[in-house]
């Protein structure tokens, strides 16, 4: 046994609260939370059953926290977690596992599932057991700033082009401004169109608002790898600057992860109270829009429908605001079968997105995703999460499919009301 | 109350019923002059002398049934005494229980020397590495689920209906009523459930159990069991698809005059009870016979046969040899799997909690 | 043995019951959770009120892909909650035995709806449970021993509902008594704790805000 897996196991004993213990006593081995999960559903692998993902933990609970265990181990019966268990249950953990949260909303006891299996992952990554790309985009993201490898080098070039086209002045580490903007990697290197889009609503809307070039990335590799000083170091950057800066909000990009790891997440991993509020692009703009700072034009006649991402509507609470700012640029918004807080997982959140060894199975499952635009007929997509943007585009071209996937907020920068027009 | 024009119906009806019964008799054996024994027939003759004799006629009411009038209001009230309820006792003695008893006993000592004889039928090509799916997990859960209430429900039975002449002698009386009394509330509570099952099977059964061109031919040909050549069948044969009508209709004679005798409240009189229990019990020894039958091909009879219900899947060996028709069509259709993939679909491999590896397609 | 049946084990048997379940749910409480530190953008309390009663209420999922254990959940628990409390000699034991309060039975047909829902619940759970491959997996002994052991008490509640033999009614009893001895030990415990765990996982949503 190594020491690393003594470690890990460590980690994972430190993760059984209340919580935990409750839900593995609530459990009855129903089964219901397979029908919840698109990992069982479009493979129909009982292995890929939400609870059964966590049965090192639940090894690790019943040995050391319940009668039979305990009688077992004092007599040597019994089996206690072994590093094989981390073995084998690191692909079930890591690559059939988006985190999405699906399972957790139907669990007759009310198992939060997906809490048990964030929380598990943190043993896995102490004792090394974690996939290879997460590994790496968690370093890069510790010693670089992003996972992607994104400088602010990159940034400054990515926001010199945005300044030539629309012709405005990027506010770049402007003490005493109302928000600070993050940016997830993603959206730097393949949609700075988002940038742009939030530079004009920004400039229309009136709102003080500054980027920081110490801390601009919005995404935390340490949430979906489970590691929490990883995650606690990243969030604490973000922190450090919006505080030297005397900002008063931060706002959380188009990036479902890096919401839960900002906004929920984020104090409980530096234990402390941020003395600055967190708020998503898309409650901003939702409540422009209600103040009337938000001035939008028209509506589009073609018909699209929202991929809710899980992070911010299912694990985030954004759910509303969403529905509203689409409405009011769409005049056809059709909602999928099962939407809002019940939506399927586009298949690569959680981490599984930098996970190279489980594309297979990412695209296998994405057949959900394709089941419910086949069935509902709409060949426009508005989602507000860069990563299931990319994860959507792939699986869409993969299939075959001419659907259009775009992004709510670029959305709603397309309707602003011309300047011209304004004055 | 119009009670004398419910009652006279009542009486035609009811020997409608002894005609349907004396049918019923019949398919089982035919008895001698079951409803007229001399033994009731006959009248003492010393009777003649005794001056009672002529009130005890009446009383009896013998020569027909006729009805009184009673302040009692309620089923039979008017009745004094049913002369009918001793022949049914006399019918359930002595006719029912021997005769039911070792029918059951010959069915299950001929499937022995069947056994003996013929052996297990084996899968002549033995098993392949492909399978077919040939039952959904819905369909195994209601095939085990009318099972189980079945076995309860005929064990139950069997006791209270062979419980004299087989367990008292063992157990003594005092024993036995205890296990008389259990059998009959458990089988009066369980017996409902039948019903539910029955109807669960019925709904998702009964399309596959049409009979079909090529059913008869199986038949003519002894089913494939006896002798060795195989008959084409589809997905259920003909002795399945008969076993499937039997379960149904005899099942529901079963079940509806069962209703009566748990539940009096259907303002049925004595008669009425009597004919439920004689059709109850013969319809359910028939049942049970042909599901032993049932039973010792799933088990032992027959190599493969159960697996569909286990497992869900069957071997297509097996499939081939015993419902042609449905294999080869199913195989055209490109529905045949392979061993690996159902055992991952069923995840065999980790019988034990942790074990195992994940598959990826 | 009738009258040690009757008599201490009883007594035991429910002294186990009733402290190993308090027991069992203070070692949970005991864990405990850290405070959340994140702004709330709902009130805890209210979410974990509503997800308490909310999950009696099947999401699409569950009653369309999960419909066989939801009805037959719901038959089972329902008929069996109906039977435990309301089946007229159970009401005069607990009256004469434990609370010495008394309720009004149920009448008998209700009776009997009760004890045919419950049979065809907990059959049909079980039998779900050993064909299906997930349930199969996921299955461990204790998930056997524990609907057995239901169904053996309820099977012989049953069967000495004649009420007129005492060796039927001390079997009912000696098994009920394991049951309530086995009881905290194991996942019939979740009887409690799911109002622990529902509450949980609703404080949290509630405090995002969502309405889980």
Redesign the interface.
């Known amino acids: 046994m190594s020491e690393k897996f003594e470690q890990g196991v460590q980690a994972l004993r430190q993760q059984i609260d209340a919580r935990i213990s409750s839900y593995f006593s609530s459990c009855v081995h129903c089964g219901l939370c397979a029908e919840a999960c698109l990992f069982y559903t479009e493979t129909n692998n009982p292995r890929f059953t939400p609870i059964h993902k966590l049965e090192p933990m639940k090894k690790l609970w019943r040995r050391e926290y319940t009668f039979w265990g305990k009688l077992g181990a004092a007599f040597g019966l019994g089996q206690s977690l072994t590093e094989d268990d981390f073995a084998e249950w690191e692909t079930l953990v890591y690559d059939s596992c988006t985190l999405c949260g699906r399972c957790s909303m139907i669990c007759p006891v009310g198992n939060d599932i997906t809490y048990m299996i964030r929380k598990q992952r943190e043993g896995f990554s102490v004792a090394g057991y974690a996939p290879d790309g997460m590994k790496e985009a968690t370093r890069r993201a510790l010693k670089i700033g992003s996972p992607m490898g994104v400088t602010y080098k990159t940034l400054k070039a990515a926001l010199a082009h945005v300044e030539k086209d629309t012709g405005m002045t990027i506010p770049v580490d402007k003490q005493g401004a109302d928000y600070m903007t993050l940016f997830s990697s993603m959206e730097i290197v393949n949609f700075p169109e988002y940038i742009e889009s939030i530079a004009r609503i920004f400039d229309a809307a009136g709102v003080s608002w500054t980027i920081s070039s110490k801390a601009f990335e919005a995404t935390n590799s340490g949430i979906q790898i489970g590691n929490k000083e990883a995650a606690a170091e990243l969030v604490n950057r973000v922190v450090i600057a919006a505080e030297k800066l005397g900002i008063k909000t931060v706002i959380s990009p188009e990036c479902g992860h890096a919401y839960t790891a900002i906004r929920w997440e984020g104090p409980n991993l530096i234990g402390r109270k941020y003395p600055f509020e967190v708020i998503h692009i898309l409650e901003l703009l939702d409540q422009l829009k209600k103040e009337g700072r938000l001035q939008l034009e028209y509506k589009d006649s073609i018909p699209m429908t929202l991929h809710d991402p899980c992070q911010i509507v299912r694990r985030g609470g954004v759910v509303k605001q969403p529905r509203d700012l689409l409405n009011s640029v769409a005049e056809h918004f059709t909602e999928m079968k099962d939407h809002g807080v019940m939506n399927w997982c586009c298949g690569g959140g959680g981490g599984v997105s930098a996970n190279e060894r489980a594309e297979p199975l990412r695209l296998q499952v994405f057949n959900r995703k394709k089941s419910q635009l086949d069935e509902l007929g709409v060949n426009t997509l508005v989602t507000a999460c860069a990563n299931c943007r990319i994860i959507l585009e792939e699986g869409l071209e993969h299939n075959e499919m001419d659907t259009e996937v775009i992004s709510l907020t670029e959305l709603i920068a397309d309707h602003l009301v011309k300047d011209e027009s304004n004055a | 109350m119009a009670k004398s024009i419910f009652l006279q119906s009542d009486n035609r009806k009811m020997h409608a019923g002894w005609l349907l019964l004396l049918l019923l008799c019949f398919i089982v054996q035919p008895f001698d002059s079951f409803a007229n024994t001399s033994e009731s027939r006959g009248i003492p003759s010393a009777a003649v002398l005794n001056p009672a004799a002529e009130l005890w006629r009446d009383v009896r009411q013998r020569e027909q049934l006729t009805n009184g009038t009673s302040q009692v209001k309620g089923v039979d009230s008017g009745v004094l005494i049913n002369a009918y309820g001793d022949q049914w006792r006399k019918f359930r003695m002595q006719q029912l229980i021997p005769v039911g008893g070792y029918l059951l006993l010959g069915i299950v000592i001929g499937l022995a020397l069947f056994y003996l004889i013929r052996g297990k039928v084996a899968i002549e090509g033995g098993e392949s590495d492909k399978k077919l799916l040939r039952y959904t997990?819905?369909e195994?859960?209601i095939h085990?689920?009318i099972a189980?209430?079945f076995l309860f429900l005929a064990i139950s039975g069997l006791i209270i209906l062979f419980g004299r002449p087989v367990l008292i002698p063992i157990m003594g009386k005092e024993a036995f009523?205890?296990i008389a009394?259990?059998?009959?509330?458990?089988h009066n509570?369980?017996g409902?459930?039948f019903l539910?099952a029955l109807i669960l099977i019925f709904i998702k059964f009964v399309r596959r159990n049409i009979y079909q061109k090529g059913d008869l031919s199986w038949l003519l040909r002894g089913g494939g069991i006896i002798g060795k050549k195989h008959v084409p069948s589809n997905f259920f044969n003909m002795g399945e698809k008969t076993m499937f009508w039997m379960l149904v209709l005899v099942g529901s004679v079963i079940i509806a005059s069962g209703f009566v005798l748990i539940f009096p409240v259907f303002g049925l009189g004595r008669e009425w009870m009597e004919l439920a229990h004689v059709g109850h019990a013969i319809g359910a020894i028939l049942v049970i016979g042909v599901i032993i039958g049932h039973i010792y091909i799933g088990t032992i009879g027959m190599e493969g046969a159960i697996e569909g219900m286990k497992t869900?899947y069957c071997d297509l060996n097996w499939a081939k040899e015993h419902h042609d028709l449905w294999a080869t069509k199913a195989e055209q259709q490109g529905e045949v799997i392979s061993n690996d993939k159902v055992s991952?679909?069923?995840?065999v491999s980790?019988a034990q909690?942790?074990?195992?590896?994940?598959?990826?397609? | 043995m009738g009258q040690f049946i009757d008599g201490p084990l009883w007594t035991f048997s429910l002294s186990v019951f009733v402290l190993g379940v308090i027991w069992r749910v203070v070692t949970i409480l005991i864990a405990g959770n850290r405070s959340d530190l994140a702004t709330a953008k709902g009130s805890a309390g209210k979410g974990a009120i509503r997800t308490v009663f909310s999950r009696f209420v099947p999401e699409r999922t569950v009653a369309t892909r999960g419909r066989i254990q939801l009805i037959a959940g719901y038959l089972f628990h329902l008929g069996l909650l109906a039977l435990l409390f309301f089946a007229k000699p159970h009401v005069d034991f607990i009256a004469e035995r434990i609370t010495g309060l008394s309720w009004s039975a149920m009448p008998h047909w209700a009776f009997i709806v009760s004890a045919e829902a419950a049979f065809i619940g907990l059959i049909l759970l079980w039998l779900h449970r050993v064909l299906n491959p997930v349930t199969r997996l996921l299955s461990d002994l204790d998930d056997h021993v524990g609907s057995i052991l239901v169904f053996l008490v309820m099977l012989t509640g049953c069967l000495a509902l004649a009420q007129a033999f005492e060796p039927l009614r001390l079997i009912h009893l000696l098994l009920a008594e394991l049951l309530l001895i086995y009881f905290p030990f194991s996942k019939l415990m979740h009887a409690f704790t799911f109002v622990m765990s529902r509450g949980y996982t609703g404080a949290t949503m509630g405090r995002k805000g969502i309405n889980a």
């Not at chain 2, 909690?353 to 397609?361: A, C, I, K, N, R």
């Open positions: 997990s819905y195994q859960l085990w689920f189980s209430i009523s205890v009394s259990a059998c009959k509330e458990g509570l369980m409902p459930l539910v869900g991952r679909l069923r995840d980790s909690s942790l074990g195992g590896h994940v598959q990826e397609e």
